[in-house]
């Protein structure tokens, strides 16, 4: 019998490796119906910060300027990134005026600092 290691917080653990795969694969099918609600312009949002966040010196984007940047109703972008962090997966607001994070990255300190080719560096979410 092969194993995996999952590492959780401060513990590493064994799980069952056939266990792991058929976990993995179910949560590979649901994906697409965990996307359904998403529409070009929360892509768009998302995909915007994302991009972003490791340009921004350190600081969360404001969504006043998320708005202006993606041509998208300063309203309507409030709305979107409202619901993109109710989905508990893609955005995490700080304060009601900036995204702080957009996953897979963060401004905010987490043990996970990431480095890019051109220079930025962010947390990884």
Not at 7 to 26: F, H, P, Q, V, Y
Not at 37 to 45: K, L
Not at 49 to 70: C, H, K, S
């Amino acid at each position: 019998m092969s194993s995996v290691l999952i590492a959780r917080a401060n513990l590493i653990e064994s799980t069952d490796e056939d266990a792991w795969k058929e976990a993995a694969a179910a949560s590979i099918a649901h994906m697409p119906a965990r996307l359904a609600f998403m529409t070009p312009a929360h892509h768009r949002i998302r995909n915007f910060a994302v991009r972003e966040l490791p340009r921004n010196g350190g600081r969360p984007l404001a969504i006043a300027d998320i708005a202006a940047a993606t041509g998208t109703p300063e309203a309507a972008t409030r709305a979107i990134v409202a619901e993109l962090e109710r989905q508990l997966f893609f955005v995490v607001r700080e304060g009601e005026d900036h995204v702080s994070w957009a996953y897979p990255v963060t401004v905010d300190r987490t043990p996970h600092r990431l480095m890019f080719g051109t220079g930025e560096s962010v947390f990884g979410a």
